[in-house]
């Protein structure tokens, strides 16, 4: 029988266990700890005991304890003396969300008005479709030079996807085939001029121990998705790409991989030669199991 065990979850007492440790940190294991580390920690206490307080509050009204910015508050009196910068994003995160708590906690109204994404039109939707839809798997390229300002436009929509409990975990390698001839090779298909190679920090979810295998996988997943259809946004074709065992050995000992840095997967992009004809896709109506 298929048993599938990126499923598994932790029991009941194994959570409690990594809960109860998690808040029993000292201020000495904090000041002591990495520094991505403590900045994950940072990222993903503040979603989970205050951000998703301070807008439940501020949309479905109630109280917000005066106590519920306590704990990040901290963190970031802690922050502080570990000297970091306060122009780093998990402090003007935190920060953010720790005013506007003691906003909601005085019963003064909070609107976030200023944050709402732009309107999107029937124009933008239709692009979005568009591209969505005629995105291919190209595995052909012109020699044409990717200038790094594509490659960085489109990495960073990489890590604007979607990511369990914020603790940004994506981290990339550029290699440049021309500069690295013969390190990709194995792969089943040609390779691109230009390999985006998908990493995971493993010490990000050091912060949130209770991540199953399959959340941090599709943490990577969600990445590669925005990668593949940005790369296709801004004039580029790609297809993404599986390392065999082979490939991840010499990835790791060429770059001196340390343990905590996994590697999940990469995307070839370039210019493309090749127009493909579509995969056809089942209708949705055929993909939908139930609908309640």
Same mark, same amino acid.
Request: aromatic fraction near 10%; hydrophobic fraction near 35%.
């Given at each position: ?157 990489? /890590? ?66 925005? /990668? ?65």
């Amino acid at each position: 029988m298929f048993r599938d065990t990126s499923m598994d979850y932790l029991s009941k007492e194994e959570a409690r266990e990594i809960w109860d440790k998690n808040m029993r940190l000292t201020d000495e294991e904090f000041l002591a700890m990495d520094e991505v580390e403590f900045r994950a920690r940072v990222r993903e206490r503040s979603h989970h005991t205050l951000e998703i307080q301070v807008y439940a509050t501020a949309y479905r009204g109630g109280t917000l304890r005066p106590q519920q910015a306590d704990y990040t508050k901290h963190l970031l009196e802690l922050w502080v003396k570990r000297g970091l910068s306060t122009d780093l994003p998990e402090y003007r995160y935190a920060s953010f969300l720790v005013n506007a708590a003691d906003r909601l906690a005085k019963g003064e109204k909070v609107s976030f008005d200023e944050f709402k994404p732009t309107p999107v039109t029937p124009e933008m939707e239709k692009a979005f479709f568009t591209i969505v839809k005629e995105r291919r798997s190209v595995r052909e390229f012109t020699d044409q030079e990717v200038p790094d300002e594509l490659i960085d436009k489109v990495l960073e929509a990489g /890590i604007w996807a979607a990511h369990g409990c914020n603790v940004q975990s994506i981290r990339y390698i550029v290699v440049r085939d021309k500069n690295e001839p013969g390190l990709f090779r194995g792969s089943d298909v040609p390779g691109g001029p230009v390999h985006l190679v998908i990493l995971q920090d493993m010490r990000c979810y050091r912060a949130n121990s209770f991540t199953p295998v399959r959340n941090q996988l599709l943490d990577a997943g969600a990445a590669g998705q925005n /990668i593949v259809l940005a790369a296709h946004a801004v004039g580029l074709e790609g297809v993404w790409l599986t390392f065999s065992e082979e490939m991840c050995k010499r990835l790791k000992e060429r770059f001196q991989l340390p343990d905590y840095i996994r590697l999940v997967t990469y995307v070839d992009v370039g210019y493309g030669d090749q127009t493909p004809y579509a995969p056809q896709r089942w209708d949705v109506k055929d993909t939908i199991l139930g609908r309640y």
